[in-house]
């Protein structure tokens, strides 16, 4: 017998037409069991998938999925989603090259009718696409799905703003809340009265009222509006003004987010009422699994296996900035909603007065801690270098033109297989490189970051300290620091002597990957050594370590990085080396990320998409020994 006996029956969307409330129940109890199977044993986020069970099979019942459209903010909470539009059967390819994406992805589906991966977006998005459906005149619903967090990024709030009332605009926005309050909608009363919204009878009365006065001749239209705003004015004494109906929309609950046939009677309305409309939900964040309810943190984003996190990077960064701020305090930390990714937590615990969580809002993060260098404090800002890209104007604007000494700690730089090309660093050095008064650290140990770290807070200047996810190499430091760290040198070598003919330059976790494509040509008898960059900007510096330190038979330098080829570290070295000494005579390669996303296939890891794998690393070397012979 079957474990989802309802859920083996459902391939699409209309399939829950035709269940009772008692069998969406048993449905509902059927998908938290499978998310938490497949979910620990695959990775992904799983607290967050199992508070919105119930609001995804409303969702799919009162709208006409892919006719209308339902744009997921993050889309990291749409695994149900996925599950009801006919993805259920490769839940196990779930964050694998080749697999299911971890978020909305528009190329897996017709459902996913927009992709996601950072937040803050859907609001924007809907707007785009219920505009686009007004156009055409096809009367199809919009409805984007946000959860409370994703109000603290402004880019909502600038597409609530743009949010007009027009005739055909059919967008609904559901507003999640599975963590903090953002309404004054709170006490016994406030309970009752909004038991009484989310109930037909009272939107048939409500329907059937508007019908008699509007009948009534004369009176009846200027009655009507009279007793709407004297509605609106009783309940904004009562409750306080309400943000969404200021904005124009109409402003529907709180309604129980867990409760199927209230959400349903909720949305259907939405559906009627003809204008732009909020549905304000409250659901449990990893509803129906005790270990996700009790500490949903822990439960946002699992590993596989539920495999406990391992000390890493950030870790490291978390801890060194500590030690730095008990010698200074002007040591600040700052974080968008991000305090355990980064690891700041640890530097919350000990300088609470020092630490500043802002929210899921880059742009304002930098411009902030830009605000604490101009008054004298010294802000270090952890972000992860996908979200950094959020905020490239502050940082060029706000730190740099004024050469405020601001630390930016970029969390994730690189490649990252299990979330994706969303979450993929790979842009940070291009866009970084070209900013004027910016000193970029690309430390490849614990102890590197560390000095890296304290070097960049020491330095008075706009700096980068970019680092990989995950935990260090010993392979690395192995390789290059064999007998302990000492000082941050700039640029460390390896297995250079006389008869070296080529040297692979490399930065950051690309290290690991240089090696093995080292040991792969030494075993084919080709003598190539190594060099480390622990800081790449000013680019003058690596240059002319690498110039003093090549003897004249190396003919070759090979750059390697996992990063955008274009405007990038290699491209950025091989234009210094030649401003520096056009007549160096050496024959320049840059193996990089080139003009894509690196997306995955089956079987595929994101470098070897990338095509930065130590195979192909070695195999492209080995192409420049055939031209040599």
């Not at 009162?62 to 539009?85: A, M, N, R």
């Not at 459906?133 to 597409?159: N, P, Q, S």
């Not at 959400?263 to 939900?281: D, T």
């Amino acid at each position: 017998m079957s474990d989802y006996p309802i859920l083996d029956g459902i391939h699409s969307p209309r399939d829950l037409d035709g269940l009772e409330y008692d069998e969406l129940a048993d449905l509902a109890s059927e998908i938290r069991s499978f998310l938490v199977e497949k979910v620990t044993a695959n990775g992904g986020h799983l607290a967050s998938n199992l508070g919105v069970v119930e609001l995804t099979l409303a969702l799919h019942r009162v709208f006409e999925c892919p006719y209308d459209s339902i744009v997921w903010d993050v889309g990291h909470q749409s695994y149900v989603h996925k599950i009801l539009t006919g993805r259920r059967d490769a839940f196990d390819t779930l964050r694998k090259p080749g697999g299911l994406s971890g978020f909305t992805k528009r190329s897996e589906s017709e459902y996913d009718v927009f992709g996601a991966g950072h937040s803050s977006t859907s609001v924007s998005a809907a707007l785009g696409i219920a505009e686009a459906e007004r156009l055409k005149g096809t009367g199809a619903y919009t409805v984007a799905v946000v959860g409370d967090g994703a109000f603290t990024g402004g880019m909502i709030h600038e597409a609530l703003n743009n949010c007009e009332e027009k005739k055909g605009l059919n967008l609904i926005i559901v507003l999640n809340e599975n963590e903090m309050s953002i309404s004054k909608n709170t006490g016994r009363f406030a309970h009752t009265m909004a038991k009484l919204r989310t109930t037909p009878r009272y939107f048939r009365t409500k329907a059937a009222t508007k019908r008699i006065l509007a009948k009534l001749p004369l009176i009846g239209r200027p009655l009507s509006d009279g007793i709407i705003r004297l509605k609106k004015r009783v309940k904004n004494a009562l409750y306080g003004s309400n943000y969404f109906e200021d904005l124009g929309f109409l402003y529907l609950g709180p309604v129980d987010g867990n409760d199927e046939e209230k959400l349903e009677i909720v949305l259907s309305e939405a559906k009627r009422c003809g204008q732009n409309a909020v549905v304000h939900v409250k659901t449990v964040k990893g509803k129906g699994f005790a270990p996700a309810e009790n500490t949903p943190d822990l439960y946002h984003s699992v590993k596989p296996g539920n495999a406990p996190e391992a000390y890493g990077f950030s870790d490291c960064a978390g801890e060194s900035l500590c030690k730095l701020a008990e010698n200074d305090g002007r040591i600040c930390a700052i974080t968008a909603a991000m305090s355990h990714g980064t690891r700041l937590d640890i530097f919350k615990e000990i300088f609470p007065e020092r630490f500043f969580d802002v929210g899921i809002a880059e742009e304002h993060a930098l411009t902030f801690s830009a605000g604490l260098a101009a008054g004298g404090m010294l802000p270090c800002v952890a972000v992860y270098s996908t979200f950094l890209q959020r905020a490239y104007d502050n940082i060029i604007h706000d730190i740099s033109l004024q050469k405020l000494p601001v630390v930016i700690c970029i969390d994730r730089a690189g490649l990252n297989n299990g979330d994706g090309a969303t979450h993929h660093g790979i842009f940070d050095v291009s866009f970084l490189s070209g900013i004027p008064e910016m000193n970029i650290y690309t430390p490849a140990t614990y102890d590197a970051l560390s000095a890296s770290l304290e070097a960049a807070a020491a330095g008075g200047v706009p700096a980068a300290v970019r680092y990989p996810s995950g935990p260090e190499d010993k392979a690395i430091v192995r390789e290059f620091y064999p007998n302990g760290f000492r000082t941050l040198s700039g640029v460390k070598f390896s297995r250079i002597d006389e008869n070296t003919d080529t040297v692979i330059v490399c930065h950051g976790r690309m290290a690991a990957s240089a090696i093995k494509a080292a040991d792969m040509l030494r075993e084919q008898g080709k003598n190539v050594g190594l060099a480390l960059c622990e800081m790449i900007k000013p680019y003058a510096l690596p240059c002319m370590i690498l110039l003093n330190s090549f003897s004249e038979n190396v003919k070759n330098v090979v750059f390697v990085e996992e990063e955008i080829r274009a405007g990038g570290f290699g491209m950025n070295m091989c234009d210094e080396l030649r401003r520096t000494n056009p007549d160096h005579g050496l024959n320049t390669v840059i193996i990089a990320t080139d003009d894509n996303f690196a997306v995955p296939g089956k079987g595929q890891t994101a470098a070897e998409a990338a095509g930065v794998d130590s195979a192909s690393i070695a195999a492209e070397i080995l192409k420049l020994y055939e031209n040599m012979e």
